[in-house]
């Protein structure tokens, strides 16, 4: 059964960095590209980057790119969002979307 499952999130203060991951199985995970999405209470969910199943062609919103990095492991069928100076705008819950699989996403707070 394909799963997607995303973990790292959770309350960090401004200024903070956070590095969230997805696993992904059941999927042939290197032939399939991937997706990082945020909801923010009361917002649509967003894109916020993407990556193709090489991990040679990547794309991040021009809103987070100075601070949101995805890489991926194929090995591992394992995509990261490295997020570095959180801020506040920052909070909701992020999804990982892995060919037409979704996970249950990851919480992120950002407060003081």
């Known amino acids: 059964q394909a799963q997607v499952v995303e973990s790292g999130g959770g309350l960090v203060q401004p200024g903070g960095s956070l590095r969230l991951s997805c696993v992904a199985s059941?999927?042939?995970?290197?032939?399939?590209?991937l997706g990082w999405y945020r909801q923010a209470p009361g917002k649509e969910r967003e894109l916020l980057a993407t990556m193709n199943r090489s991990g040679g062609d990547t794309y991040t919103s021009d809103s987070v790119r100075e601070r949101f990095t995805v890489s991926r492991d194929n090995p591992k069928s394992t995509t990261y969002l490295q997020i570095k100076d959180l801020k506040p705008e920052d909070t909701g819950v992020y999804y990982c979307?892995?060919?037409?699989?979704w996970g249950q996403g990851t919480q992120v707070t950002v407060s003081s």
């Open positions: 979307g892995v060919g037409l699989g």
């Open positions: 059941g999927f042939t995970f290197d032939t399939l590209g």
